[in-house]
């Protein structure tokens, strides 16, 4: 069964920065691409960015391209979202999930984990 397990996220005030982290177990993780999306109340879950199963190749939506960076360590079964320069827009549940393939649709990732909320007061 995978499981994915997403930590970091909080109250920050705009400007700020925080790292989202996300752990997985069940599969080979170094295997899959790995992909953030978030979800604002109201509103449908977006593509934030998504990284190769070797960390080679990364994309990233353009509302957050040059402010946040997606990583991952494959000895520690982990993908990072480090999050600079928070606008209040930036608001929402964030989630990981894992597909086999660099792409930034939702119903192509096939487990997902539970959300971490992030808000940023202005």
């Known amino acids: 069964q995978v499981q994915l397990v997403e930590s970091g996220g909080g109250l920050v005030q705009a400007g700020g920065s925080l790292r989202l982290s996300c752990a997985a177990s069940?599969?080979?993780?170094?295997?899959?691409?790995m992909g953030w999306f978030r979800q604002a109340p109201g509103k449908e879950r977006e593509f934030v960015a998504v990284?190769?199963?070797?960390?080679?190749?990364?994309y990233y939506a353009d509302s957050v391209k040059g402010r946040f960076t997606i990583s991952r360590n494959n000895a520690k079964n982990t993908v990072y979202l480090q999050m600079n320069s928070l606008k209040p827009e930036d608001t929402a549940v964030y989630y990981c999930?894992?597909?086999?393939?660099?792409?930034?649709?939702?119903?192509?990732?096939?487990?997902w984990g539970q959300g971490t909320q992030v808000t940023v007061s202005s």
């Open positions: 999930a894992t597909g086999r393939n660099i792409v930034v649709v939702a119903t192509d990732y096939d487990y």
């Open positions: 069940g599969r080979t993780f170094s295997s899959y691409a």
């Open positions: 990284i190769s199963w070797n960390g080679g190749t990364t």
